[in-house]
């Protein structure tokens, strides 16, 4: 139903911090290279990243011609003030999301038996930019630090040129989710659902403007089953960014101090509060321990390294593995990738467990994260 690209351009961001002491005169540079990384989500499900080094190097010269060398727990230091420390609290990073929508063009046809399948025509992109903002940093004696994470998205009139208020024919989520859910209850359960649709006058699929598609959609079929069983609406406005956005707000605790090592370094410990999601049974399915948010990564990443990204909107904590070198403005990087096989069902079904046992197995490239987002 939605396409998601999020791109981000791969560029050389470089910070040079200078500091001047008393004599003897002692300056010192502490540069900050950092690749940035480009990711694409799409209704395949295939994503790329150029994940780049993080390094810092520090230096300083005396007049007298001595050369310092710098302990490398500079390396690792997050410290106000700091370029890393700042660059982190408000990334510099330009995430576009571009959001497709599909316009059903045969939905009469289908309902009255005349069409076997749906047509759809693809509408977009329409184009945000997602604005990540670190708060509320708390350093801890363990070497660890607890900031607030917050996502909004801003649209971007300069970039779009569709309308926002342009009609499209879309399914109706109230109708489609409510029918779904009920999928396997008694026949007496339907029927007094299809009683509550004619009730509310919904259709299965109803015409609407993209921007409300978008965030404000929404059907009477909602008061009406909130009316009789309220558990059962979680919410009333099935908007589709609104619903990825409306709660993009996280505790996270990462580590950040030489101590823990290289390989830890911002790597999550905890994810609001807990080691896992608290979303499925499986610990191991679960962690998030030693995963990245993907804007720091640990030190000295090199080629056998296997990178876990976390994202809320895929519910899960996904491997990221080393695809090729390659070089940007003339340096080297390597470039980690998500696997196509990412979302493929396990050969032993009883491996499975990224869903709810109570629900059918979808095939192989689909996931379900309902889970952090309804439950």
């Not at 917050?150 to 569709?162: A, D, F, G, S």
């Not at 396997?184 to 409300?212: C, H, L, Y």
């Not at 080691?275 to 998030?288: F, Q």
Request: charged share 20%; with cysteine; net charge neutral.
């Amino acid at each position: 139903m939605l396409r998601l690209v999020f791109p981000i351009p791969i560029d050389l961001f470089q910070i040079y911090r200078e500091i001047h002491r008393p004599a003897p005169t002692l300056r010192k540079w502490i540069s900050f290279v950092h690749f940035r990384r480009k990711i694409n989500v799409t209704s395949e499900l295939r994503r790329d990243q150029e994940a780049g080094a993080l390094s810092y190097c520090s230096f300083g010269t005396y007049p007298s011609g001595y050369h310092v060398q710098y302990k490398q727990l500079w390396r690792t230091r997050m410290l106000r003030g700091l370029p890393a420390y700042e660059w982190w609290r408000l990334p510099p990073d330009e995430v576009f999301l571009r959001a497709y929508v599909f316009n059903y063009t045969n939905t009469e046809a289908f309902m009255n038996g005349d069409a076997d399948t749906l047509k759809v025509e693809e509408v977009g992109p329409y184009i945000f930019k997602e604005k990540l903002y670190h708060e509320n940093p708390t350093f801890h004696e363990n070497g660890t630090m607890t900031y607030t994470a917050v996502r909004k998205l801003i649209y971007l009139p300069e970039m779009n040129t569709l309308e926002t208020n342009a009609t499209i024919l879309v399914p109706n989520m109230a109708v489609m989710a409510s029918a779904s859910y009920l999928a396997e209850a008694p026949f007496i359960t339907k029927w007094g659902f299809n009683m509550m649709v004619r009730r509310a006058g919904s259709k299965p699929f109803v015409n609407a403007q993209v921007w409300d598609y978008f965030w404000n959609f929404t059907d009477p079929l909602f008061d009406v089953l909130a009316s009789i069983a309220p558990a059962l609406v979680p919410t009333k406005n099935t908007g589709i960014l609104h619903t990825v956005y409306e709660d993009f707000t996280d505790n996270v605790t990462v580590f950040t101090q030489p101590s823990n090592g290289d390989f830890k370094f911002f790597k999550i410990d905890q994810y609001n509060g807990s080691p896992g999601l608290n979303k499925y049974e499986n610990p191991k399915c679960d962690s998030i321990q030693g995963s990245t948010e993907g804007v720091h990564y640990h030190q000295r990443v090199n080629r056998n390294d296997t990178i876990y990204y976390l994202r809320k909107t895929i519910c899960r904590a996904v491997p990221l593995r080393w695809k090729n070198d390659m070089l940007v403005r003339g340096i080297k990087a390597y470039k980690f990738i998500l696997l196509n096989n990412t979302y493929d069902r396990p050969e032993v079904p009883e491996d499975e467990c990224y869903r709810d046992p109570s629900y059918p197995i979808l095939p192989s490239g689909v996931t379900d994260v309902s889970p952090c987002y309804y439950s």
